[in-house]
């Protein structure tokens, strides 16, 4: 057996910052904080990789927790190059822009939200004028202008980054949206119905017939993203759809140079969700000899724990080198 580090306690001294904190981690040899600590060391080198083209996926759900702050502030400094998520990040970003959502309890009584017209996503609640009735006072005056600028093909990369302009600046100070507008980060939602968004667009179309998603111009640009960088790495949060999407292009290239996966799914049922980083490499979705590593637990617990981290180690924005 190799000769190994001993395990170190940890102390006062490194609960001062979060780098501190996860540089114990790694000394710590604490199940999943050394887990974490692998995830900051390869998120690092990530960052530091002006050459390559760094994906970022996660779930809507998020977006309607705080953590939404720092999934705009990763876009903003440029830490990633491209978004893939779903439907209902638009729904949430466009509807917090202009409604507030608010602290509940997982032991709400349901039947009483509903009665009050409020939903609930697991312990925030959010009146239901603050969401669907957002999207739909929102939607139809953007599809109008764009309307009549002449779109009738909508990339949703291209309606995302509508969307941000359209909140303005102080308004989209929090905004997912308007910080890939402003970073020009592209955005794209492979199922673009599935949310109150994609409805708004659907109702638009009952009387604008020439209007449609245009899906494979997307995936045309994905295809271009893959395919021309010198290297990919890929931070993926929670499962479904979006990480799919980023692993699935990312095979045609030979697999992800590096990956994180952060994730609360199990991985004995066999959904997507749940499987490990390590079950992509018979994919030739991430490369045998990938830096990457599986973290279980909550994104919201652990992202900003991580992004804290990774700015005091890479405190300036990431300036990507530019093509040519």
Known sequence: MARRRPVRDITARDLRSPSDMLRAFDQAGGFSAKGVAQALDILEGMARDRASTIFLSFPADLVATGTRGVLAEIIRRRLVDVVITTCGT?????????????????????????????YRLGNVVIPQDNYGGVVERKMRPLLDRLWAKGVRKLSTK?????IGE???????????????????????????????????VWLYWQDHRELSFDLLRDEQ???????????????????????????????FRGGLDSAVYVTTAVEWDGSLSGARLR????????????????????????????????????????????KG
């Not at 009584?109 to 009665?115: G, H, K, N, S, T």
């Open 279 to 322: 079950e992509a490499v018979s994919w030739g979705k991430i490369k045998p000899n990938a830096q990457q590593v599986t973290v279980e637990g909550d994104v919201t617990v652990l992202l900003p724990l991580l992004v804290g981290a990774l700015l005091q180690r890479v405190p300036k924005p990431r300036v990507p080198q530019r």
């Open 166 to 200: 359209d909140m303005g600046a102080k308004r989209g100070a929090g905004s997912i949206c308007r910080a890939a507008f402003e970073s020009q980060v592209p955005i794209y939602i492979p199922g673009p119905t599935d949310g109150a968004v994609g409805s708004q």
């Open 221 to 251: 640009d994905l295809s271009d993203l893959v395919f021309e960088a010198k290297r990919t790495h890929a931070l993926i949060l929670g499962g479904g759809i979006s990480k799919h999407h980023v692993i699935w292009w990312n095979q």
């Open 90 to 118: 638009l729904d949430h970003d466009l509807a917090r822009a202009w409604k507030p959502y608010f602290e509940g309890d997982w032991l709400m009584d349901d039947r009483q939200l509903a009665r009050r017209h409020v």
């Open 158 to 162: 291209d309606l995302a980054w509508a």
